[in-house]
């Protein structure tokens, strides 16, 4: 499943594993992988996470 969300996000697997909270520039942070991650899987709706997968490749600069 985190190689999933990883290759959806276009980040790293290792990018979920990193402890340090100091400022990655433009790159989102541990703590913020955390958050998003910990709240898509509690999203039930299959069709609100295929969205918001969209909603997110459609604002990556990858």
Request: proline share 3%.
């Amino acid at each position: 499943m985190l190689r999933r969300i990883a290759d959806v996000l276009d980040v790293p697997i290792s990018d979920f594993y990193r402890r340090e909270a100091a400022s990655l520039g433009d790159r989102p942070s541990a703590a913020e992988c955390e958050v998003l991650l910990t709240t898509f899987l509690r999203i039930e709706d299959a069709d609100a996470r295929s969205r918001i997968i969209k909603l997110i490749r459609d604002h990556s600069t990858a």
